[in-house]
């Protein structure tokens, strides 16, 4: 086997590179503004598509993370790294997920789409960002100090396959129950007719980027959360030029697309609540640093076989019902009616864990 290209400087650029591009090409092909690709905004409208919350703007199941993790998987069976794993600390994992989507949703984006924002001139991305590198500083203290979900154990190789087939799943249902012009359900899925979920770029385009990206960041371990907390611990640059090099060719390609309109008010699915902007993001990083992984990383590690990563990513699904269901997530008018508390209780759980959970004897 050669070397891994993609593991390389120039493979981390590429990839960012790649997501950037991808990212700019998504949005003018009809994905939402400064959303070319959100993990957690996709995540969240696959939820409402499914039922599981009841906003009617956000409904629609996003072919990109079906891509993502299918992509993954490709990579990781014809590479040979598939590698069923399980058991670290489920529960907590997956509620670590729930409050990452809750955090996410206030500040209404994942830390890609905050850099996507930023390339958009968004300059309320700037007060999130700040909030994710806090969050995960904050995460890397636990992590200093003992912090540790514990191994997750070898398991049967079809415990593997579990989560890419739910994904697959997901995808003969959007073939099964196409969208009907003018109606919002279309046998078991629902459809947004307004908002950001009526707003997608065609489904066999969405799909194939989602696959290129989940192939080229599996290979790359491209992580938003991994480029912070390898600066802050270990002053590695590696990831971090990936990110650089996402938000450097979203900004290009938004300019030669006409997508780049800087400002703070306006913005599309946005609001100008900075503290809150900060805040939400703050708890999204603590939870990502603490779960071991940005909401990207945790899709390609299900592809790979890594059960704990898929229980994150069906606890940010629940998240996203939640955030809906109970008036936690912002909109363009600021935050929800119980977004505030929501992510001042998500705070103290996440110190809790952090606190609870660090291994104080030596060799444990």
């Known amino acids: 086997m ?19 591009v991808f990212a700019g090409v998504l949005q003018k092909m009809g994905n939402p503004g400064n959303m070319g690709i959100c993990v957690a905004c996709f995540e969240r409208d696959i939820a409402g598509a ?8 956000v409904q629609y199941i996003r072919p990109e993370i079906i891509g993502f993790v299918l992509g993954s998987l490709i990579a990781a069976l014809g590479l040979k790294e598939f590698k069923p794993r399980c058991g670290s600390a ?57 912090f540790n979900l514990g191994r997750s154990q070898q398991t049967h190789k079809s415990a593997g396959f579990v989560f890419p087939v739910l994904m697959l799943g997901l995808l003969c249902l959007m073939f099964l129950y196409p969208q009907i012009a003018g109606e919002n359900k279309s046998g078991v899925l629902l459809y947004s007719l307004k908002g950001p979920g009526a707003m997608h770029a065609p489904l066999m385009i969405s799909l194939v980027i989602g696959l290129l990206i989940g192939f080229v960041a599996q ?34 390609t938004n300019l030669i697309l006409g997508q780049f309109n800087p400002g703070f008010d306006g913005q599309p699915v946005a609001h100008t609540m900075h503290v809150w902007n900060f805040a ?49 997530a912002s909109s363009p008018k600021g935050v929800g009616p ?27």
């Open 50 to 57: 499914l039922g599981l919350h009841r906003a009617g703007v």
């Open 90 to 146: 489920p529960i907590v994992r997956f509620v670590l997920g729930v409050l990452a989507m809750i955090g996410a949703l206030v500040f209404l984006g994942c830390p890609w789409r905050a850099l996507l924002r930023l390339a958009g001139g968004d300059g309320n991305a700037i007060v999130g960002l700040a909030g994710l590198a806090a969050g995960i500083w904050v995460g890397t203290l636990f992590l200093k100090n003992g």
């Open 2 to 20: 050669g070397k891994n290209f993609f593991a390389s400087r120039w493979g981390i650029i590429s990839v960012g590179a790649l997501i950037g």
């Open 338 to 364: 119980h977004g505030i508390a929501a992510v001042v209780t998500g705070l103290i759980v996440c110190l809790l864990i952090g606190f609870t959970m660090r291994n104080k004897i030596k060799g444990v």
């Open 280 to 328: 939400g993001m703050l708890l999204a990083g603590l939870a990502f640093s603490l779960a071991g992984g940005c909401p990207g990383r945790q899709l390609f590690l299900s592809g790979e076989g890594d059960g704990d990563a898929a229980i994150f990513v069906l606890g940010m699904v629940t998240g996203a019902a939640i955030a809906h269901n109970f008036g936690l």
């Open 219 to 252: 290979r790359s371990r491209f992580c938003t959360m991994g480029a912070f907390r390898d600066l802050i611990l270990f002053r590695h640059l590696h990831l971090l030029t990936g990110l650089i090099s996402l938000v450097v060719f979203a900004f290009v």
